[in-house]
């Protein structure tokens, strides 16, 4: 795969709106989980809520779009200058030369839970569910490509936890193709009534701070996030500390609908066929960050595939006892945490997590480490054995033009 780079991208979750406030919070080691007090929710269990969504008004020419989860895209868009760097490549290329892929897998669906609440005596809508503008996962590509001007190919990938990883494979693919110049890539997802309830019916939601790897974790911690890259071909000499999309490795289970193969075959193929994309061996990789979603299974099968590519030759970590598990978001979130990982030599920590599992050899790091990192690989795994694998890399990085 031709490399490209990451000129600009942003994200906002629990830890915070921005880049500054995510890397504040991920050298700290902090979590931003709290117990939930989310809506009517009324679930023993810990969030990872973005403040101010509630609040955050969309511009007016984007009324019809109103959502939680609209508003969290839109409000992450207009941090660290994207939105501008974005509205700035558009005229360089064209608008239709830009494209915009993204993940989700809730949509705008609190707002349905919402209006089926309202319902008047005869069981119909007091205030009805805006289909088109919010329930519809592509509402959130219309309207990321209207707030930024665009007007190339724009689509939603929507396979449960790896919809933000997968979406790089398809910006790439269409770049290569010649079809567009440009991407704006990432994932969203919003926290909603279906989803809290619907993992806790699954008995995979943890009553306390979600411990990745840990020997007694029970579960995850849902959380909620948007995150965001624009994607361009390398132009002339960059600079040193540029992050690069080297490869992308993508697989499927073919296992069971919502429990990954025991084994991790899955998995370990996505991470080959993401070093194979980038023309990179295990040893090449410095850092890897893992799906990591503190469920049993979950976490022992990556962890085998882990140790039979890597070893514990490779520092692994997952931030999702810091973000909780953001979902359709959590793909776009976890790459650009790589690539501040890279920018700023800084391996994460895994906050919430205290003892490794035993059953699982892997050079797993609790707390923050200062390290020159060149290649950083990061996984995210979903339902359906839905499997996806992204390498970033410094532009300086030895032996790799």
Not at 13 to 29: D, I, Q, V
Request: net charge negative.
């Amino acid at each position: 795969m031709q490399a490209l780079h990451l000129s600009c991208f942003t994200a906002a979750s629990c830890l915070g709106a921005g880049l500054e406030a995510t890397l504040k919070a991920l050298a700290a080691n902090r979590s931003g989980l709290a117990r939930c007090a989310f809506e009517t929710v009324a679930l023993a269990t810990h969030v990872g809520e973005v403040a101010g969504v509630d609040d955050y008004r969309l511009p007016f020419d984007l009324a019809d779009y109103d959502c939680r989860n609209n508003r969290l895209a839109v409000l992450t868009l207009e941090q660290d200058g994207f939105a501008e760097t974005v509205r700035a490549a558009a005229q360089r290329y064209g608008a239709a030369r830009v494209g915009v892929f993204l993940g989700t897998s809730t949509a705008g669906i609190l707002e349905t839970e919402q209006a089926y609440r309202q319902l008047d005596e005869a069981g119909a809508f007091v205030a009805p569910p805006v289909y088109e503008g919010s329930h519809t996962p592509y509402a959130l590509a219309d309207v990321v490509a209207r707030h930024l001007g665009l007007s190339g190919p724009a689509f939603v990938v929507s396979t449960a936890c790896s919809s933000g990883a997968k979406v790089f494979a398809s910006a790439a693919r269409l770049i290569g193709a010649g079809l567009i110049d440009a991407a704006v890539v990432g994932g969203v997802d919003s926290l909603c009534l279906t989803t809290l309830y619907g993992f806790n019916s699954l008995e995979l939601v943890s009553p306390e701070p979600c411990r990745p790897y840990d020997s007694e974790r029970r579960g995850i911690s849902i959380g909620e996030a948007a995150a965001f890259a624009l994607l361009e071909r390398p132009a002339g000499e960059l600079p040193p500390d540029a992050v690069l999309l080297a490869g992308v490795g993508e697989s499927s289970d073919a296992y069971h609908m919502s429990s990954p193969h025991p084994e991790g075959r899955g998995a370990e193929a996505a991470m080959r066929a993401a070093l194979v994309s980038a023309g990179l061996s295990p040893a090449d990789v410095d850092y890897l960050n893992l799906h990591g979603t503190a469920t049993p299974s979950n976490d022992a099968a990556e962890g085998q595939a882990v140790m039979r590519l890597f070893g514990r030759d490779v520092p692994a970590s997952s931030t999702k006892g810091a973000t909780g598990h953001t979902l359709g978001a959590a793909g776009a979130l976890e790459v650009v945490i790589g690539a501040l990982a890279l920018k700023h030599g800084l391996i994460p920590g895994s906050p919430g997590s205290r003892a490794l599992d035993a059953a699982l050899d892997l050079d797993y790091v609790f707390t923050p480490r200062a390290q020159a990192l060149g290649v950083v690989m990061s996984n995210s795994f979903g339902f359906g054995g839905s499997n996806a694998s992204v390498v970033l890399r410094r532009a300086d990085a030895k032996g790799h033009a």
